[in-house]
Nanobody
Framework: QVQLVESGGGLVQPGGSLRLSCAAS????????MGWHRQAPGKQRELVAS???????NYADSVKGRFTISRDNAKNTVYLQMNNLKPEDTAVYYC???????????????WGQGTQVTVSS
């Protein structure tokens, strides 16, 4: 059993900052891809940022220069530092991770429960 638990969402004013965390727990052999997606009301879920096991990062154009993704492999945790937040960043943010539970099993994609980020004055 693997669980992803997110934290750090909330209400912030435009221009403010938030830091999201996502910790993976359970039977884990290795973690490949870790990423953050978001879904705003009436819109499709989109990939915001991702980081590979060797720390290669990728960002959506809309967040480049404002968001930073990082990971702590010892803690099986991924972070999303969000600066200069805008009202259009308002969404439910979901953590996603591709995990191998044992050396013999294939990788599986897991999702967190989501955390609400609201940017409003």
């Amino acid at each position: 059993q693997v669980q992803l638990v997110e934290s750090g969402g909330g209400l912030v004013q435009p221009g403010g900052s938030l830091r999201l965390s996502c910790a993976a727990s359970g039977s884990i052999f290795s973690i490949n891809f870790m990423g953050w997606h978001r879904q705003a009301p009436g819109k499709q879920r989109e990939l915001v940022a991702s980081i590979t096991s060797n720390s290669y990062t990728n960002y959506a154009d809309s967040v480049k220069g404002r968001f930073t993704i990082s990971r702590d492999n010892a803690k099986n945790t991924v972070y999303l530092q969000m600066n200069n937040l805008k009202p259009e960043d308002t969404a439910v943010y979901y953590c996603n991770s591709v995990i191998r539970r044992t050396i013999l099993t294939p990788t599986t994609s897991y999702w967190g429960q989501g955390t609400q980020v609201t940017v409003s004055s």
